[in-house]
């Protein structure tokens, strides 16, 4: 009595996403890909085919084309010069924000006045960016103090005693 025996063992197959041939050691399941990104890529496409095939509620694609909406903000700045201000010269527009990206306001009180010269007063000494407009700081300052000292009050100015 003769009894043969075939035992076939699966050495390589071919990658399902590009061709190329795939070793197989023998253990475990054999590997359909030749690597873990054509294995993604064929599940994308798989994954897409079946949301394709769904209605739109179900997350299928849609039939509609694409929206966008878009929203738009334009900002129109204005500057009002009042005549017989700053003795005619022209002043730099206020920025709308800080270099901070807060908006710019100026101080509300004395108080917020007083701090705020220290800060500048503080910049200007410690802060080299500051050094090549110290003369022009000095003399916005100068201007700044023959009004606080005068008694005539310019228009749009209250006097010390109203408010």
């Known amino acids: 009595m003769e009894e043969a025996t075939v035992r076939e063992q699966l050495v ?10 795939v070793a197989y050691s023998g253990r475990g399941r054999p590997p359909r890909f030749c690597s873990p990104v054509h294995r993604r890529r064929a599940w994308e496409v798989r994954s897409a085919e079946e949301r394709a095939g769904r209605p739109v509620s ?3 694609r849609s039939t509609e084309p694409v ?6 903000t ?17 002043q730099a527009p206020r920025p709308a924000q800080r ?3 807060q908006p710019y306001t100026l101080p509300e009180d004395a ?26 700081i000095a003399n916005a300052c100068e201007r700044t103090l023959e009004a606080l000292r005068s008694d005539a009050t310019g228009p749009g100015e209250d006097s010390p005693g109203e408010s």
């Open 111 to 136: 108080v917020e006045w007083i701090e705020a010269l220290a800060v500048l007063r503080r910049e200007a000494v410690t802060n080299p960016r500051v050094a090549p407009f110290r003369e022009h």
């Open 99 to 101: 270099l901070s990206g």
């Open 12 to 21: 390589e197959r071919s990658c399902a996403w590009c061709g190329e041939p």
């Open 58 to 60: 179900e997350g299928g």
């Open 74 to 90: 334009e900002t129109l700045v204005r500057t009002r010069v009042v005549p017989g201000s700053v003795e005619g010269r022209q």
């Open 67 to 72: 929206r966008e909406i878009v929203q738009r």
